[in-house]
Each structure stands twice: as structure tokens, then as C-alpha cells.
């Protein structure tokens, strides 16, 4: 139903499914910067126009559909005369596969610092060009031209240019103050991310698992994924991070794991192998000893084997390396086995960890060191945490689990006298 005046409205009758069988119209509408992306749910196509609506802010939640969006986008801008462009902070996991068909990409927060103010001067150029084809006086504001470049004779029309950022909110969060000095170095007029409240971050209280819960997680999900629950909240370990782990990382006698690399899945499903998250990433983690029985055994029985010290440390039953897509299928099953909320993610095992190092006797740079976090701001105030210390903390660490399985062992008592159980046989430390 789409009103066409006051008072009058047009039906449509559909006499298919238009879920059942996405079918494009034969002639969809496209044109210059006119992108037929989707169906509407009367069998129209939907045509994303970016000369009558230059901007635009996707909105949406998991699994629903931006990513495929921005995919259609590209594809469809890809085969016009245009210039592509894209931000991507989180390493490119979004854009890094279209980059052969980008003029430029930038996939971490310094490469978008350094992108943003040649774009701004791109737009200022523009903008003086077209002041001076379409008689607009010197002085008038940028943002108050109302003119844009399709007014310009086509012989002097510069290319357009279609920039992609995925996550703004971080871009915000991590360009700002790098654009604040360039507009102070006068490399730039004006900062782009200038947005009131956009330099602010505010989210709900992550949750945090007991060890109780951290122990029921890594029972349900499984003896070839147990220990990567461990080390998500004893690390505290990124996925991306333990994915890339090998043999040669591990030192069992001094219970220490080195994190060299990343590898985060694509959205296409590859491994983007590469650096970790930031510099500090790169280090040494000290696991607490009550770990020790947990990580000899996944080196006996599921690290890769045939790859020698190079062999990944976590692979799928069929030898294949960690996947994103089918771990999360087996968290989500333990996460419901076990009654933890719906919301309780893998990432909150890190603030588990945070919060329990803390409570075993750590400063705030001992647990940015372990969990391989970085604050220029902080570090000011941060006190120096080598490994000696690390060792330290860890056995804090060990002292503050051992002591808390305990009171669950009593609490449990009336069980135990029936057998250990699966779990218990697993764990005898």
C-alpha cells in the first residue's frame, strides 16, 4: 500500500511469494549512483540513490542482513565510473575482501587517522571548484552550498566518490583526537568527526561469569573446546588470538603461552591471517597452574599433530583450522545448557578475567598487560608489570579458582560419594 495524494492510496496484490523466490524486476531502475540493492515486500525493487540521498546510516542487528547490503552496494557501484573507498577499524573484516576493486582502504584506527583528513581536502577542493564555476561568493560556509558536482560541465566534473565505513561509532572513537591535531596542525579546516557526544562511548555493565560458570561452559562445549573457554577467561584470550595459536607457542613446564599473531574469520569465511588487535597484543600470557593437567592434555589429543611445533593448537574434528561460525553454534548451546543469559557472550570471559586478576591482588597494567590491552591516556598512570610479575598474578589467579571449586566440591559433597563425575575426571589437577 503507498499513498500517492491525501486522501488516496495505491494497493498491490503480489500473486507469489516474494521471500519464496527473490526474482529482480528486468529493469530495476539503475542508473549513475542508482543501485538496485533488494526487494520491497510488493515485488518493487529497492534502488539505493546516492545522488538524491548522498548520505546514509545502516542500521540493524546481528544477522540481519547489513552486511549483505553493503555487499549488494559495492557490487553494484563496482561496474560504474566512481570512485570506492573504505574504513573498516576492525582489521577490514567487512571491506578487506572488495579491496581490489577500492582506490583505498584503511583497516585499522591510524591508516583511517592518515584517510580522513585527504578526503576532507578532497571535499574542500570540490567545494572551492564549485564556488568558483557557479559564482557562489568566497566567504559562504561549505556547508551551506547546496550545489554539488553534477552542476559542473562534464569535461572539468571530478570523479565521485562513494566512501564505505563500517562501524562509525568506532571510527569516532579512535580518529577524533589524531583530526583535532591536524585541524591545530592546519593540515585540515575543520575536523570531520566533529559530532556532539560521538567522542563519548556508553554501554550496558558486561556481564561476568562465576567460576562455577566458566567451568560449567567449558563441561558443555566440549573436551576439543574446553580449554579455549579456560583461556578466554584465565588469559584472557581474543578468539581471533587463539585461533592463530601453534605448538611452538605453548611452554608447559613454565605454564606460559606466547601470542604472536591473529586470525579473525572474514565474513566470506577465510582466515585473515595477520597482526594482533594492537602492538601489546604481541606477549607472553602466564597461565595459573591449575590449568596445567587441561593444557597437556589438548596437546596430547587435539592440538594438530602432523604440522610438528607449527601445528595449530585448536582445530575442528575434521583437523581443519577454527571456526568462527562453528564454535559459536556449540557456545550458544552450552551457553543455553547451562541457563547463562541469552547476552552473555564468549568476549565477556576476558571481563571475567579482568575481574577476578583484579580481585587476586593485580594493578590495572598487570591485567592490560595479560589481556594485551592498550591506553596511551592510562599509561601515564600505569605502573610497570614484567613477566616475574605476570607469574605473580597468575598465582594469585590459581589461589582465587582453586579456592572457589572448592567450596563448590563441598557444596557438592552428597554427589561426589555416588563417583566423580565426567567433568571431575576431566579437571584432577
Same mark, same amino acid.
Given at each position: 500500500?503507498?499513498?500517492?495524494?491525501?486522501?488516496?492510496?495505491?494497493?498491490?496484490?503480489?500473486?507469489?511469494?516474494?521471500?519464496?523466490?527473490?526474482?529482480?524486476?528486468?529493469?530495476?531502475?539503475?542508473?549513475?549512483?542508482?543501485?538496485?540493492? #533488494?526487494? $520491497?515486500? /510488493?515485488? *518493487? +525493487?529497492?534502488?539505493?540513490?546516492?545522488?538524491?540521498?548522498?548520505?546514509?546510516?545502516?542500521? @540493524? =542487528?546481528?544477522?540481519?542482513?547489513?552486511?549483505?547490503?553493503?555487499?549488494?552496494?559495492?557490487?553494484?557501484?563496482?561496474?560504474?565510473?566512481?570512485?570506492?573507498?573504505?574504513?573498516?577499524?576492525?582489521?577490514?573484516?567487512?571491506?578487506?575482501?572488495?579491496?581490489?576493486?577500492?582506490?583505498?582502504?584503511?583497516?585499522?584506527?591510524?591508516?583511517?587517522?592518515?584517510?580522513?583528513?585527504?578526503?576532507?581536502?578532497?571535499?574542500?577542493?570540490?567545494?572551492?571548484?564549485?564556488?568558483?564555476?557557479?559564482?557562489?561568493?568566497?566567504?559562504?560556509?561549505?556547508?551551506?552550498?547546496?550545489?554539488?558536482?553534477?552542476?559542473?560541465?562534464?569535461?572539468?566534473?571530478?570523479?565521485?566518490?562513494?566512501?564505505?565505513?563500517?562501524?562509525?561509532?568506532?571510527?569516532?572513537?579512535? #580518529?577524533? $583526537?589524531? /583530526?583535532? *591535531? +591536524?585541524?591545530?596542525?592546519?593540515?585540515?579546516?575543520?575536523?570531520?568527526?566533529?559530532?556532539? @557526544? =560521538?567522542?563519548?562511548?556508553?554501554?550496558?555493565?558486561?556481564?561476568?561469569?562465576?567460576?562455577?560458570?566458566?567451568?560449567?561452559?567449558?563441561?558443555?562445549?566440549?573436551?576439543?573446546?574446553?580449554?579455549?573457554?579456560?583461556?578466554?577467561?584465565?588469559?584472557?584470550?581474543?578468539?581471533?588470538?587463539?585461533?592463530?595459536?601453534?605448538?611452538?607457542?605453548?611452554?608447559?613446564?613454565?605454564?606460559?603461552?606466547?601470542?604472536?599473531?591473529?586470525?579473525?574469520?572474514?565474513?566470506?569465511?577465510?582466515?585473515?591471517?595477520?597482526?594482533?588487535?594492537?602492538?601489546?597484543?604481541?606477549?607472553?600470557?602466564?597461565?595459573?597452574?591449575?590449568?596445567?593437567?587441561d593444557l597437556r592434555r589438548h596437546l596430547d589429543w587435539y592440538a594438530e599433530k602432523d604440522k610438528g611445533a607449527e601445528g595449530l593448537l585448536f582445530v575442528g574434528e575434521k583437523g581443519k583450522p577454527f571456526r568462527r561460525s562453528s564454535f559459536g553454534r556449540k557456545w550458544r548451546k552450552a551457553r543455553e545448557r547451562i541457563?547463562?543469559?541469552?547476552?552473555?557472550?564468549?568476549?565477556?570471559?576476558?571481563?571475567?578475567?579482568?575481574?577476578?586478576?583484579?580481585?587476586?591482588?593485580?594493578?590495572?597494567?598487570?591485567?592490560?598487560?595479560?589481556?594485551?590491552?592498550?591506553?596511551?591516556?592510562?599509561?601515564?598512570?600505569?605502573?610497570?608489570?614484567?613477566?616475574?610479575?605476570?607469574?605473580?598474578?597468575?598465582?594469585?589467579?590459581?589461589?582465587?579458582?582453586?579456592?572457589?571449586?572448592?567450596?563448590?566440591?563441598?557444596?557438592?559433597?552428597?554427589?561426589?560419594?555416588?563417583?566423580?563425575?565426567?567433568?571431575?575426571?576431566?579437571?584432577?589437577?
Amino acid at each position: 500500500m503507498t499513498p500517492v495524494k491525501p486522501g488516496v492510496v495505491e494497493l498491490r496484490l503480489i500473486g507469489f511469494d516474494v521471500l519464496g523466490k527473490v526474482r529482480m524486476p528486468k529493469t530495476p531502475g539503475a542508473g549513475p549512483l542508482r543501485i538496485p540493492v #533488494a526487494l $520491497r515486500e /510488493d515485488a *518493487t +525493487a529497492f534502488v539505493r540513490d546516492y545522488l538524491t540521498v548522498p548520505h546514509q546510516l545502516t542500521l @540493524g =542487528a546481528t544477522i540481519s542482513g547489513k552486511s549483505m547490503y553493503l555487499r549488494n552496494l559495492i557490487k553494484g557501484l563496482a561496474r560504474q565510473p566512481v570512485a570506492l573507498v573504505g574504513i573498516d577499524c576492525k582489521r577490514g573484516v567487512e571491506l578487506a575482501p572488495f579491496a581490489p576493486r577500492l582506490s583505498a582502504l584503511a583497516t585499522d584506527p591510524d591508516e583511517a587517522a592518515e584517510l580522513l583528513p585527504t578526503l576532507v581536502k578532497e571535499m574542500e577542493d570540490r567545494y572551492d571548484l564549485i564556488k568558483a564555476r557557479q559564482g557562489i561568493a568566497p566567504d559562504i560556509p561549505d556547508e551551506e552550498i547546496t550545489s554539488d558536482i553534477w552542476g559542473l560541465p562534464e569535461y572539468e566534473r571530478p570523479v565521485p566518490i562513494v566512501l564505505f565505513v563500517d562501524e562509525v561509532a568506532e571510527l569516532f572513537l579512535t #580518529a577524533t $583526537r589524531k /583530526d583535532e *591535531t +591536524a585541524v591545530d596542525d592546519e593540515l585540515i579546516r575543520r575536523n570531520p568527526c566533529r559530532i556532539k @557526544g =560521538a567522542g563519548k562511548e556508553s554501554s550496558a555493565e558486561r556481564q561476568i561469569a562465576t567460576v562455577a560458570q566458566v567451568d560449567a561452559l567449558a563441561d558443555a562445549v566440549g573436551p576439543r573446546w574446553r580449554l579455549m573457554v579456560f583461556l578466554g577467561a584465565y588469559g584472557p584470550m581474543r578468539p581471533e588470538e587463539q585461533a592463530e595459536l601453534r605448538r611452538k607457542d605453548v611452554d608447559l613446564e613454565a605454564m606460559t603461552i606466547r601470542v604472536r599473531q591473529a586470525a579473525p574469520e572474514l565474513t566470506t569465511g577465510k582466515r585473515a591471517l595477520g597482526d594482533t588487535k594492537s602492538e601489546v597484543g604481541k606477549r607472553i600470557v602466564v597461565l595459573p597452574a591449575f590449568l596445567r593437567t587441561d593444557l597437556r592434555r589438548h596437546l596430547d589429543w587435539y592440538a594438530e599433530k602432523d604440522k610438528g611445533a607449527e601445528g595449530l593448537l585448536f582445530v575442528g574434528e575434521k583437523g581443519k583450522p577454527f571456526r568462527r561460525s562453528s564454535f559459536g553454534r556449540k557456545w550458544r548451546k552450552a551457553r543455553e545448557r547451562i541457563g547463562m543469559p541469552e547476552g552473555f557472550r564468549f568476549y565477556d570471559l576476558r571481563h571475567t578475567g579482568h575481574t577476578l586478576s583484579t580481585r587476586s591482588g593485580a594493578t590495572l597494567k598487570d591485567t592490560m598487560v595479560r589481556a594485551g590491552q592498550s591506553s596511551t591516556r592510562a599509561a601515564l598512570f600505569y605502573q610497570h608489570s614484567d613477566v616475574e610479575r605476570q607469574q605473580e598474578v597468575a598465582g594469585g589467579l590459581d589461589d582465587l579458582v582453586r579456592a572457589e571449586r572448592k567450596k563448590g566440591t563441598k557444596a557438592g559433597a552428597a554427589q561426589a560419594d555416588d563417583g566423580p563425575s565426567g567433568a571431575d575426571l576431566v579437571r584432577d589437577a
